[in-house]
T-cell receptor, first 112, second 119 residues
Framework: DAKTTQPNSMESNEEEPVHLPCNHS???????IHWYRQLPSQGPEYVIH???SNVNNRMASLAIAEDRKSSTLILHRATLRDAAVYYC?????????????FGKGITLSVRP | GAGVSQSPSNKVTEKGKDVELRCDPI?????LYWYRQSLGQGLEFLIY????????KSGLPSDRFSAERTGGSVSTLTIQRTQQEDSAVYLC?????????????????FGPGTRLTVL
């Protein structure tokens, strides 16, 4: 499975934008970039995904480098509730079993 | 609507005992996954069910682990002769598969997990 590399942790201030980086230099042409987050004592929840173009949804934006070897999850205005572990995951776009391969993720702390 | 539910939320057992963990996926979701998360670690894939296809058991760590999915809905993960290293949070996820294309939806919905402690 193609791997992703994320910093261990990041701190942010409430109501400021947050940029969470992810490197995936061995990404294949059919791999989608997915982001999940896990709030304390909860199961992971889907945040966003993309293939080549930048993506926006109600939770976040995903900026994908032109060579697709890196991406950045953008939270436009961090809230205390956004404190969580964020996982950047590559998921094959083909094949029957698209299990998610989680790394250790990046722990985001939000200061009030 | 109702999300993925798991029971029990917490389970404490003694080494050597068998345990059963239950997962109720979202209605209509034919794809079901089990993962486990040890303390401070990421999630580890265990097993995958999709419709009537043979399950992908490639992530099960030993033959003490087994899982069933009855009627294409509820799934049970069984751990026999539990060991202390089995202590973890066991998470279930489900997702929708398009009937016409067989393609799985992009989003997996996770349950709250079962915290298993083996003494």
């Amino acid at each position: 499975d193609a791997k992703t590399t994320q910093p261990n942790s990041m701190e942010s201030n409430e109501e400021e934008p947050v940029h969470l980086p992810c490197n995936h230099s061995t990404i294949s042409g059919t791999d989608y970039i997915h982001w999940y987050r896990q709030l304390p004592s909860q199961g992971p929840e889907y945040v966003i995904h993309g293939l080549t173009s930048n993506v926006n949804n109600r939770m976040a934006s995903l900026a994908i480098a032109e060579d697709r070897k890196s991406s950045t999850l953008i939270l436009h205005r961090a809230t205390l509730r956004d404190a969580a572990v964020y996982y950047c995951i590559l998921r094959p776009g083909t094949g029957a079993n698209s299990k998610l391969t989680f790394g250790k993720g990046i722990t985001l702390s939000v200061r009030p | 609507g109702a999300g993925v539910s798991q029971s029990p939320s917490n389970k404490v057992t003694e080494k050597g005992k068998d345990v059963e963990l239950r997962c109720d996926p979202i209605s209509g979701h034919t794809a079901l996954y089990w993962y486990r998360q040890s303390l401070g670690q990421g999630l580890e894939f265990l097993i995958y069910f999709q419709g009537n296809s043979a399950p992908d058991k490639s992530g099960l760590p030993s033959d003490r682990f087994s899982a069933e999915r009855t009627g294409g809905s509820v799934s049970t993960l069984t751990i026999q002769r539990t060991q202390q290293e089995d202590s973890a949070v066991y998470l279930c996820a489900s997702s929708l598969v398009a009937a016409t294309t067989g393609r799985e939806d992009n989003e997996q919905f996770f349950g709250p997990g079962t915290r298993l402690t083996v003494l």
